[in-house]
């Protein structure tokens, strides 16, 4: 009778992961289309945030995933931040653009400025690509988003530099943390505690539920002190894996329902 259980709650769980899929796909098209047509003439960065709160808004809606939220009121929406979050599936970027009340672009890899339609609309927003296997074009790509901070910018870095499909923190790379020191901004820690249970794109595994995302004290780096970057990465994992390690509403990956699932080997 359990194993009948557990098959029918696998093919629930697939069936709505391919919905999501669908669903995510149809809005993307649309909302690119919208952003980059507005973009002719509203260049702010808060046309971005406009319409990629509507993209994520709509393909939460759709796919049963609330967002909650705790420590953003201490944003202040006129400042410029470096926001690092853990990263624990391609379900963040709507989460975060959901969660975060200040205008921000993304730190992403460049593979994603070939995507279709987002590919485009990302290009077209406040965030900058860093090409991960030319150094040279990293660094530039990092004092390209300084400039932006500097003009009043906010950015958003995952610095794990890759999804973890649970509620673990890999180690965090420097740039988030250089990025911060040569524009002279605040950092501020994101914990994003539970996206892990409802979705992981490996095993096509998805149902509905509510990630929460805490914005933690700020950090303040300190100018031209090069030596403080690695301290600064230490204690903004640190604060991470804390709350991650304490709140009760973090438990096990989606995938540990099911032990064996065969898992997506490109991804």
């Known amino acids: 009778m359990r194993s009948i259980v557990n098959v029918m709650s696998l093919i629930l769980y697939r069936l709505h992961y391919f919905w999501c899929v669908l669903w995510a796909a149809i ?12 973009r002719l003439f509203w260049r702010s960065p808060e046309s971005f945030r406009f319409w990629g709160k509507i993209w994520a808004g709509v393909i939460c809606l759709g796919a049963g995933f609330r ?7 201490d944003l202040e929406t006129d400042r410029s931040y470096v926001f690092v979050a853990n990263h624990q599936n391609s379900l963040d970027i709507p989460i975060m653009l959901l969660a975060v009340p200040v205008a921000f672009g993304f730190v992403a890899k460049a593979s994603v400025e070939r995507m279709p339609f987002i590919g485009r609309a990302v290009a077209s927003s406040p965030s900058v690509f860093v090409d991960t296997q030319n150094p040279r074009r990293s660094l530039e790509s990092i004092r390209i ?6 003009k009043g910018a906010s950015v958003l870095v995952f610095p794990e530099g890759q999804r973890s499909w649970s509620g673990q923190v890999g180690k965090f790379k420097r740039s988030a943390f250089t990025l911060a020191t040569e524009a002279g ?4 820690p994101l914990a994003l505690l539970n996206a892990h249970m409802i979705f992981d794109e490996r ?5 509905p539920g509510t990630i929460h995302v805490s914005a933690l004290e700020a950090l303040e780096p300190v100018p031209d002190e090069r030596a403080s970057i690695d301290e600064l990465s230490a204690e903004a994992r640190s604060r991470i894996i804390s709350v991650l390690s304490t709140d009760q509403r973090v438990g096990p990956a989606i995938a540990d329902r099911f032990p064996g699932t065969p898992r997506d080997p490109d991804i």
């Open 67 to 73: 967002v909650t939220t705790s420590g953003m009121k």
């Open 185 to 188: 901004v605040e950092i501020v």
């Open 203 to 207: 095993r096509y595994l998805s149902r």
């Open 145 to 150: 988003a300084a400039d932006q901070i500097a």
């Open 27 to 38: 809005i993307t098209v649309v909302c690119s289309v919208f952003f980059l047509v507005t």
